[in-house]
């Protein structure tokens, strides 16, 4: 998101996931590198739950397994689900979404 996790310390919130559902493709070996692309699936501007969709592929391009999650925003001092701080939002906004992004009020 562009935010490191002393920021969101400052703010006092955290994600918090409901869902994870790993499918997995091929085999990643130890030691093997692989790249992670990343998209917003789901938003939820009223509430701040999302969903991503990971993707993530070996050096040859081959798509290893993709990793879906649906969560929101933690505020972690009451221990209540939380929106997201207005200064946060822009860099929401740079990340890629999904062809099927969806967003809600």
Known sequence: ???SLDKFAEFH???ILFREELIYF???HLDEYVQVKVELTKYNKTNSR???IHQVFRNDGVLCCTVNVDGAWLDL???KLTKLPEEMEP???KIPRSE???ETE
Request: glycine share 10%; aromatic share 24%.
């Open 1 to 3: 998101m562009g935010f």
């Open 13 to 15: 919130i955290g994600p």
């Open 26 to 28: 091929k085999e990643v």
């Open 50 to 52: 999302f969903s991503f």
């Open 77 to 79: 001092h009451k221990r």
């Open 91 to 93: 860099y929401l906004a």
């Open 100 to 102: 099927n992004y969806a």
